[in-house]
């Protein structure tokens, strides 16, 4: 029992992180379209590449987020990466300190 309970944890950590990282990177990609960087940069072709995709999905499901030339895309991937992270991962891990 105890390799599932560390097992769950480890996952909650890892999964914790991940989150934490697209939550930064999608914060970053927010900003650089307000100074409308060099579209050939590297870096903000990864953070495209890693962004708009997601992006267009929520733009696609929920059309209200693109109003008056505003993008709100971004804030609904923020505050769903939030609620996944406090929901989710949050009881993953103490389901995983109950199982020790």
């Not at 097992?7 to 934490?20: D, F, K």
């Not at 499901?61 to 693109?66: C, R, S, V």
Request: net charge positive.
């Amino acid at each position: 029992m105890i390799v599932l309970a560390n097992t769950l944890s480890a996952i909650a950590m890892v999964l914790g992180g991940v989150l934490n990282l697209y939550f930064w990177i999608v914060i970053i990609a927010a900003l650089l379209t307000w100074v409308r960087p060099d579209p050939y940069n590297p870096i903000v072709r990864a953070l495209r590449t890693l962004t708009e995709p997601v992006f267009y999905l929520v733009r696609k499901w929920l059309p209200f987020t693109y109003t008056s030339g505003m993008d709100f895309s971004p804030l609904v991937v923020l505050l769903a990466i939030e609620l996944f992270n406090r929901i989710v991962v949050v009881s993953l891990a103490q389901y995983a300190m109950t199982l020790q």
